[in-house]
């Protein structure tokens, strides 16, 4: 079974700086998707981000991007030039390509912007 | 297009009361997932449906939680009786065969206090 970990339980940045977000996973399979998802007070689950597992490049949408690790299982997210409405809860979240569609979920991680 | 609609937003109930979610998804997608999410942590799936089948509820609690999507469209999440650990949110999430990469939307989430 895949098992996804997120080490920061809480993570704090200043308005306008950058914050890498760490997450990394177990896996034996070689095709899969690995996702950011955030979550704000809201509860609605919001996806930030998709890497493919085959590919290379980091993804990278606007201000948000990916290190994508494939041999040492890590997928840590970045947020530049980081926002007050970046406040939320970060969660990392594996898809095997087997089937299913199933998403695995690590704890998640607090980021507080200060102004 | 309107997205995922969950009713209702919260809900609290004593002990050994019977509960029930209702989940809408999206216009046009086939598979939907409820997920449970509790305090601190990541979502986990419960059950996930392809249309009115359950394909796979391993991580449903049977004895007491039970789900259906009859005309494969919208679906109802049912707990008979709630214990004091079923204090969590209830997220639904929907997808489609049709979308590649097949990305989950997710619904508000509804909140549940057992009290």
């Known amino acids: 079974a895949q098992t996804v970990t997120q080490s920061q339980p809480e993570m704090s940045v200043q308005e306008a700086e950058t914050v890498t977000l760490s997450c990394t996973y177990d896996t034996s399979e070689s095709d899969y998707y690995l996702f950011w998802y955030k979550q704000p007070p809201s509860r609605q689950m919001i996806l930030v981000i998709r890497?493919?597992?085959?590919?290379?490049q980091n993804a990278t949408e606007n201000r948000f991007s990916v290190n994508f690790q494939k041999a040492a299982k890590s997928f840590s997210l970045k947020i530049s030039d980081s926002q007050l409405g970046d406040a939320a809860m970060y969660f990392c979240?594996?898809?095997?390509?087997?089937?299913?569609?199933?998403?695995?979920f690590g704890g998640g991680t607090r980021l507080m912007v200060k102004p | 297009e309107a997205g995922v609609v969950q009713s209702p937003r919260y809900k609290i109930i004593e002990k050994k009361q019977p509960v029930a979610f209702w989940c809408n998804p999206i216009s046009g997608h086939n598979t939907l997932y409820w997920y449970r999410q509790n305090l601190g942590q990541g979502p986990e799936l419960l059950i996930r449906y392809e249309n009115e089948e359950a394909v796979d509820d391993s991580q449903l609690p049977k004895d007491r939680f039970s789900a259906e999507r009859l005309k494969g469209v919208d679906s109802t999440l049912k707990i008979q009786p709630a214990e004091l650990g079923d204090s969590a949110v209830y997220l639904c999430?929907?997808?489609?065969?049709?979308?590649?990469?097949?990305?989950?939307?997710f619904g508000p989430g509804t909140r549940l206090t057992v009290t």
């Open positions: 890497q493919e597992a085959y590919k290379q």
């Open positions: 979240a594996y898809r095997s390509e087997r089937g299913g569609n199933m998403l695995t």
């Open positions: 999430a929907s997808s489609s065969v049709r979308d590649y990469p097949y990305e989950q939307y």
